[in-house]
């Protein structure tokens, strides 16, 4: 007697993300309501379950969907719009002006939807978005099938979602309480950063945080200059944090380049997460996260691409390829951040960092479906000693063939199934057109 299942998929290689750090040979997964049902040989596969659907992946390679802990997705649609400038002279005087003539619904859906089919192609399944009109970010990611982490955003002066910080809490709570439901979007609060955002919305969000469990991200300690102009007034952003209540496992410090004792021992005390974007400190100059001292340290470090106008890509393969090396770069120690560990700081341990680590992050009987399939077969991933080696040192977003979300196919054969990319990247050059020509919406 075999037991019907919705799919089964035999592949030759799986790579859990593990304690053990597996790496399976000619084994299948069985899924059954989005979920992952069982992991076995294939042989046994073949004698235990009957599918709807059945795929034998050859010179496949099965793992978790990646996860982009830290972005701005609708920015996919400033991509190159102002670069090699550090961050307070792209912010201050191209993106910000960017942002406040022409973010508006329809921007933040295109932009969203954009970010969506790059990160898909290039196996994202799950990323954490901080931009404007969340409420549409969570709807768009929602309708294609993909899960976010959705971070409200926060700061004390006028954007196009909220005209103050209170404002912006309060839209928050209500983005938070209508998607409560929803099994693909978790809220969280996104105060912009330490210098955008005063005492007294931070004490507030504290509060609220540790009442509803609302996970907070924020840039944090992003470049030498934020941590000098806050010391000029007596303080250190992340001791200044902590003094505001707000510092807890629920917190994702993105960025922290820089940190010294005393910063690493607040974030080790409360547990914080971090979440490191080498790509885009390396464009905007902003220093180098000590990720090597910091997990040596217990800290949960998962990788972020940030916005596609700082990176200027969503691919988290290549980003794994920086963080790796960086990480020897930064310490001076050839094993610093291993394969393995640059594969589970862009799953595992980015599910923990966003608290959705009973859902994704990693292929476990009882988690969601979340899986990408790799193309093994080509010339410079041969031959293969260890598949974890080439999913990180060597070209791997262009080898993503099918992708899955909560057992949804999202991509067969390297094509998106629920957006006409040819649509959508008329939109995305119409949008060129109108922003290259200054042809704001007021
Ligand atoms: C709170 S909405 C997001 C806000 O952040 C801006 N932004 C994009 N990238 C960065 C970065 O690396 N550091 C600081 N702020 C950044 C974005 O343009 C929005 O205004
Ligand atoms: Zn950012």
Redesign the pocket.
Known sequence: MTSQVDSLLHARWIVPVDEAQSVLEYHSIAIDQGKILDILPTDQARERYSAKHEQTLDDQLLMPGLINAHG?AA?SLFRGLADDLA?MTW?QEH??PA?AAFVSPEFVRDGTQLAIAEMLKSGTTCFSD???YPDIAAETASDLGMRAQICC?I?DFPTPWAKDADEGIHKAIEVHAAQRHNALISIAF?P??PYTVSDEPLRKIASIQEELQIPVQM?VH?TAFEVAEAEKNGQRPISRLSQLGLLGPNFQAVHTTQLNEEDLSLLVRHNVKVIHCPE?NLK?ASGFCPVDKLIKSGVTVALGT??AA?NNDLDMFGEMQTAAQLAKAVSGDASSVPAYEALKMASLKGAEALGLEKITGSLEIGKAADIIAIDMSQPETQPVYNPTSQLVYTRMADKVKHVWVNGKMLVRDGILTQIDIEKLKQKARQWGEKIRAGDSHD
Do not use: N, V
Request: aromatic share 14%.
């Open positions: 701005h920015m961050l912010l993106i910000w942002e901080m931009y404007f955003p700061l996104g912009h950063a840039h992003e885009s905007l940030d916005g700082s």
